[in-house]
């Protein structure tokens, strides 16, 4: 595994007197090379403009049926897709779309569970790793080189073999790598799940505080009706209890039940980083997560049920819009 830099920027906090230069890429290193660069329409459209003012031409002004179909196109791009022994899909891995020469490095491990962010950080602090899925196991593994172009896929090379070697063995490094591989996806599934609850139940409540204010600007509205948004409102405290722990006594310096995000968070810090046998611990610990999670989901379903209905009958009151409702 790759060792993290000390302090911040790529020296760290070692000084201008001692010299540094950027490690290779860790992981299993994809070469590639493209004859041309992967251009959009626009820019397809704009290389042959550029060509004919060259030689004195006219380039006439597209049409609106181009330009919108410029503008819908999503942006085409070059993946390497990584398949297993069973051929099925182990990762797929961006890479760059210009002509020439590229190598990717695929860090030989299985995609990260987290929620999908829009923007991620550019840069992670030291003490903070970018996310990361479980890792592979030792093995053969084929890898294709396909292209996104106009919301069509189709394959440009491969595939071709690649294989990842094991370093060590023996020791604590666990003889049964099949099995820390399924005990770690399962775990990254049961995490997918607690995190995507986490922010559901986020969402969840935005809703909520979004129609208490709304009703409060309705006149048709009734006690009743916010009433119901405060005992949803509660049942989400205490649901938050659950997935993030009791903050009422954490803040005041008292010992907590271990909370949902918690609990996976030591399961994944403590195993993904290593290729040891899972311990009987964090197998026990993946079962009480699993129970919690399952009467978590169940909670959600019903504060969201409860919720969808308050949100029908504001609907008719013609309360102001708020997140989740389609005026009908």
Avoid at 152 to 175: C, F, M, T, W
């Amino acid at each position: 595994l790759p060792d993290s830099r000390r302090g911040w920027g790529g020296k760290g906090d070692w000084g201008i007197g001692r010299y540094t230069a950027d490690n290779p890429p860790y992981g299993a290193v994809l070469s590639y090379y493209l004859p041309e660069d992967l251009l959009s329409l626009k820019k397809q459209r704009q290389k042959a403009e550029q060509a004919k003012a060259g030689q004195g031409e006219d380039t006439p002004y597209p049409s609106w049926d181009q330009l919108r179909r410029e503008d819908r196109e999503p942006d085409p791009g070059i993946t390497l897709v990584v398949r297993d022994a069973q051929g099925e899909v182990v990762r797929r891995i961006e890479g760059p779309a210009s002509k020439g020469f590229h190598r990717v490095a695929w860090d030989m491990r299985y995609p990260a569970a987290e929620p999908i962010e829009l923007n991620p950080p550019g840069e992670y602090p030291p003490w903070q790793s970018p996310p990361a899925g479980p890792l592979a196991t030792p093995g053969m593994y084929q890898v294709s080189l396909v292209q996104r172009k106009e919301g069509q896929v189709s394959q440009l090379a491969g595939p071709v073999s690649a294989e990842i070697k094991p370093l060590y063995s023996g020791g604590l490094v666990a003889n049964d790598q099949d099995a820390r591989l399924r005990f770690e996806l399962d775990a990254a599934d049961v995490y997918r799940r607690i995190a995507g609850a986490d922010r559901y139940a986020g969402e969840l409540q935005s809703r909520i505080d979004h129609v208490l204010k709304a009703l409060r600007q309705t006149p048709a509205a009734t006690e009743a009706q916010v009433q119901q948004a405060l005992d949803l409102t509660a049942r989400m405290q205490d649901l938050q209890v659950i997935l993030n722990g009791d903050t009422t006594r954490s803040s005041r310096y008292e010992p907590v039940p271990l909370s949902l995000t918690s609990r996976i968070g030591f399961i994944i810090g403590g195993s993904w980083d290593s290729q040891a046998a899972v311990t009987p611990n964090y197998r026990d610990s993946l079962t009480v997560a699993k129970t919690e999670l399952r009467a978590t989901l169940q909670q959600l379903r019903a504060i969201s049920g409860d919720l969808q209905q308050l949100e029908a009958s504001m609907e008719t009151d013609g309360a102001p819009w708020t997140p989740g409702r389609l005026p009908e």
